[in-house]
Nanobody, 121 residues
Framework: QVQLVESGGGLVQAGGSLSLTCAVS??????MAWFRQAPGEEREFVAA????????YYSDSVKGRFTIARDNAKNTVDLQMNNLKPEDTAVYYC????????????????WGQGTQVTVSS
């Protein structure tokens, strides 16, 4: 089991940028992902990155605006978010992949506590 702690959320105006960091403690040689959940909505996939090759995957809604990266030496996973929109407002969660389709929450067995991102119009 791994422990995941997110940081870096906050309030930003539309068009601005934020960077989130997930600090990973424990076995970390796994695909890592970011999800988000807006009030009253289902938790949705944002981006994922594999461990060795660093292959990345993005949802269509963030592709071209968000970048996921990891530093395996430091055990961190970052999410750089540019050109933010009000619809990006949500709690953002870091997750460690266990098995299955990357976009399904059921494929992940370890989650952080989340960090709030609010984008004002």
């Amino acid at each position: 089991q791994v422990q995941l702690v997110e940081s870096g959320g906050g309030l930003v105006q539309a068009g601005g940028s934020l960077s989130l960091t997930c600090a990973v403690s424990g076995p970390s040689a796994r695909t890592m992902a970011w999800f988000r959940q807006a009030p009253g909505e289902e938790r949705e996939f944002v981006a994922a990155i594999t461990y060795s090759a660093g292959t990345t995957y993005y949802s269509d809604s963030v592709k071209g605006r968000f970048t996921i990266a990891r530093d395996n030496a430091k055990n961190t996973v970052d999410l750089q978010m540019n050109n933010l929109k009000p619809e990006d407002t949500a709690v953002y969660y870091c997750a460690a992949h266990q098995l299955g389709y990357l976009a399904y929450t059921s494929s992940y067995d370890d989650w952080g506590q989340g960090t709030q991102v609010t984008v004002s119009s």
